[in-house]
């Protein structure tokens, strides 16, 4: 199972982009990349997941470099709202979510 | 947006009672999972089920767990004899798909358990 590596935490301030970059030097090659987003005392919500090259939603952007070693997740003119913790998680479902990115806005 | 659904949202119960946790998957998902996460530390896989049976599980789920489909709506985990360390945020999730990869998993706001 590929592990994962990200920052601990981030600070930021409203309307910035942030911009989170997760190690994963194993992935297999049928692994896609998947990052969550965690409020206190809530379950995780699905964010974005891709493969390779560049995936965008209307929540974030994923950028995969081609040797697929790292991923960026890009959270564009971020508000106090995206306050959370972000986790970076590669291939299989069974995997432990890691410690992830706590994201702490400021105005 | 459909939701997952987790009740109750809070429960204390005495060491050695058993508890079962209730979750409603999004109705056209298959594939469903328990998660837990101990205050302050990761959210860890405990255990996933599809069609009618466990598909894969923890080192965590031991014997004192168990899942269970009762009808076409509800997805339960019941503890049998609770110890303290069971205190947790328990979350239920769903997907649609499950491979080699994942589709993402919608997960429930979770239920607390306090094991007292």
């Known amino acids: 199972l590929a592990k994962t590596t990200q920052p601990i935490s981030m600070d930021s301030y409203e309307g910035q982009e942030v911009n989170i970059t997760c190690s994963h030097n194993n992935i297999a090659t049928n692994d896609y990349i998947t990052w969550y987003q965690q409020f206190p005392s809530q379950g995780p919500r699905f964010i974005i997941q891709g493969y390779k090259t560049k995936v965008t939603n209307e929540v974030a952007s994923l950028f995969i470099p081609a040797d697929r070693k790292s991923s960026t997740l890009s959270l564009p003119r971020v508000s106090l709202s995206d306050t959370a913790v972000y986790y970076c998680l590669v291939g299989d479902y069974k995997l432990s979510f890691g410690a992830g990115t706590t994201v702490t806005v400021r105005a | 947006e459909p939701e997952v659904t987790q009740t109750p949202s809070h429960q204390v119960t005495q060491m050695g009672q058993e508890v079962i946790l209730r979750c409603v998957p999004i109705s056209n998902h298959l594939y469903f999972y328990w998660y837990r996460q101990i205050l302050g530390q990761k959210v860890e896989f405990l255990v996933s089920?599809?069609?009618?049976?466990?598909?894969?599980k923890s080192e965590i789920f031991d014997d004192q767990f168990s899942v269970e489909r009762p009808d076409g709506s509800n997805f339960t985990l019941k503890i049998r004899s609770t110890k303290l360390e069971d205190s947790a945020m328990y979350f239920c999730a769903s997907s649609e798909r499950q491979g080699d990869y994942n589709y993402g998993y919608t997960f429930g706001s979770g239920t607390r358990l306090t094991v007292v």
């Open positions: 089920f599809y069609n009618n049976e466990i598909s894969e």
